[in-house]
């Protein structure tokens, strides 16, 4: 199983980034994706989901009208567009995947850095 992150940099504030993550070695398709990020000191943090059918889309309040997340099952990958950055979200991001049933079962990745910052 591998969750691989790209697309993560160095970015002014105001400016954009797109994260992908592409997925191997498991049934994507059946797996709910999401993106979480850690800052220094901090907790992890969900930031957005993505139903495993695409259905469903959730985000945090911190970054709702500025992050698109986005999958494509057939090529087993998932993206985060984040627009109209800011110093805050600066952190390590992490793709994750999650399934409820038959058991709980998640994957991550290794993480990729995003820094925000003029």
């Known amino acids: 199983v591998q969750l691989v992150e790209s697309g993560g940099g160095l970015v002014q504030p105001g400016g954009s980034l797109r994260l992908s993550c592409v997925a191997s070695?498991?049934?994507?398709?059946?797996?709910?994706m999401s993106w979480y990020r850690q800052a220094p000191g901090k907790e992890r943090e969900l930031v957005a989901t993505k139903s495993s059918d695409g259905g469903n889309t959730n985000y945090a309040d911190s970054v709702k009208g500025r992050f698109t997340i986005s999958r494509d099952n057939a090529k087993n990958m998932v993206y985060l567009q984040m627009n109209s950055l800011k110093p805050e979200d600066t952190a390590v991001y992490y793709c994750?995947?999650?399934?409820?049933?038959?058991?709980?079962?998640?994957?991550w990745g290794q993480g990729t850095q995003v820094t925000v910052s003029s």
């Open positions: 070695g498991f049934t994507f398709s059946s797996y709910a």
């Open positions: 994750n995947a999650k399934r409820g049933w038959p058991i709980m079962t998640m994957y």
